[in-house]
């Protein structure tokens, strides 16, 4: 049977791996191919990166963590964060990337998702979606939350796969950061609406969220932060709890 | 020299990186060039997109007969559209395959819902039958795997691998010196990289 899939997320700036609170008070968290590795042993099934670097001048240096991780670590690799243009795309993948996550751009710009899935195929183009709950729907928000696009957001990841998105990361921007689970309402609407595989993302303080967000949210893999990086549980732990739950994983 | 046939579809680096993991002291040649296919001792067939733009690339570049040559002469691993290509037909784009392997290549058309399509992440690999290339890899090991159509070759002696994904499919082909996977062995962590290295030491 398919296993659903545990994502530990990174986050880069700078060239560098770090972590902290709400990108606030961020340490560097180690070597970017270390860390990679010890995820990948505890049995990660796939890596993201999320480039956090403000300044576009500093963007290219995300390159080359990628190159050095995927000499070292052989399974799928997504890079999100800045990603504009197809050639962003084109440049990701040849460093190393297999999936690349697009969340703005495709807002402003949706046919950069239908090139980009032309040029390269559907199986590397993710479509990160931020949502947040307003009345009886879900609105998508971009600039962590802030701003309000007016899009309702199962119409917009219908459209993601219309255009060729061939997997939709959904976060929960009221849910992001609060330790107290997915949206999973959220995610099992979107799940039920398309064909692609979705993974759940933000609100995860325990393992139990992870277990919740498969069930409840109908999601076919999970992504955490936090839990994993400052060491309150391991993978092995999240898929250890989750077999014990009767969830099928690696 | 083991040569990785670069049509311009996707990127190659991946496979390239696992066979240097692998086999260090190995030459590995990333190329396109058909003169170098036809020296090389064993040749690795990727792809990845769509069929129907892979033929067209791989024909475009001149390189149909280097490949079907390669596939009946020397040890050849075919990877994802690698393998759906050696079919005798797709239903993606309904077009000829390069006719090596006869089978066909069928879209998944899930009855559940929750059945995505891709068919995206780690599915368990049963074995009809044993291989060299199976070698060190317990049965009923995990891949990665990321498609949406699958190939059915016509005799059930040409499968060498199968998956279930609300059906069983066939994962993996071989025939004499032709090993061909639907899973990412480059991207399937250890059991992928003991694929790529038994491969680096297969002889037929």
Redesign the interface.
């Known amino acids: 049977m398919l296993a659903k899939r545990i994502i530990p997320c990174l986050d880069v700036t700078n060239g560098r791996v770090v972590k902290g609170v709400n990108f606030v008070d961020l340490i560097d968290a180690g070597d970017p191919v270390e860390i990679a590795k010890k995820y990948n042993d505890q049995g990660a099934d796939e890596l993201t990166f999320l480039d956090i670097t403000a300044s576009s001048d500093n963007r290219d240096l995300i390159l080359g963590i990628i190159e050095r991780v995927a000499e070292q670590v052989f399974i799928p690799l997504t890079v999100g964060g800045g990603v504009r243009a197809v050639n962003d795309v084109r440049r990701l993948l040849n460093a190393g990337a297999d999936k690349v996550s697009i969340n703005t751009a495709a807002i402003n710009n949706p046919s950069l998702v239908s090139n980009a899935a032309d040029r390269f195929g559907s199986q590397c183009i993710v479509v990160a979606i931020d949502a947040k709950k307003t009345g009886n729907d879900w609105e998508i928000f971009t600039h962590g939350g802030r701003n309000p696009t007016g899009l309702n957001a199962i119409s917009w990841a219908k459209e993601m796969v219309r255009r060729g998105a061939g997997e939709l990361l959904i976060t929960s921007m009221d849910k992001d950061g609060t330790k107290s689970g997915f949206d999973n309402e959220l995610n099992a609407a979107i799940s039920s609406e398309v064909d692609v595989p979705i993974i759940a993302s933000g609100g995860v303080g325990n393992l139990d969220h992870l277990v919740d967000g498969i069930i409840e949210g109908k999601a076919d893999a999970v992504l955490a932060a936090s839990i994993f990086h400052f060491g309150e549980y391991t993978i092995t732990e999240a898929k250890n709890h989750m077999r014990h739950k009767k969830i099928e994983v690696r | 020299m083991i040569a990785i046939v670069d049509y311009g579809m996707?990127?190659l680096?991946?496979v390239f990186?696992?066979f240097?993991?692998v086999s260090p002291n190995q030459k590995i040649l990333v190329t396109s060039d058909s003169k170098l296919i036809q020296a090389a001792d064993k040749v690795v067939f990727p792809g990845?997109?769509?069929m129907p733009d892979c033929v067209r690339e791989l024909s475009e570049r001149n390189l149909i007969e280097s490949v079907i040559d390669a596939a009946r002469n020397k040890p050849f691993l075919g990877i994802c559209i690698g393998l759906q290509m050696l079919n005798n037909f797709s239903e993606e784009g309904n077009i000829k395959g390069l006719g090596i392997i006869d089978g066909r290549v069928l879209k998944f058309k899930p009855k559940n819902?929750?059945n995505?399509?891709?068919?995206?992440?780690?599915?368990?690999v049963h074995r009809p039958k044993n291989h060299f290339m199976w070698n060190g890899i317990p049965n009923n090991e995990?891949f990665?795997?990321?498609?949406s159509y699958y190939v059915q070759p016509q005799s059930r002696n040409l499968v060498a691998g199968e998956c279930?994904?609300e059906k069983p499919f066939c994962c993996a082909v071989s025939k004499d010196n032709i090993f061909a996977v639907q899973f990412h062995p480059?991207?399937?962590?250890q059991a992928?990289?003991q694929l790529l290295q038994n491969f680096t030491r297969w002889k037929v």
Do not use: I, T
């Open positions: 996707g990127n680096r991946s990186n696992a240097k993991k990845q997109g769509a819902h929750f995505k399509v891709p068919h995206m992440g780690w599915n368990e995990r990665y795997f990321v498609h279930v994904y480059e991207k399937s962590s992928g990289l």
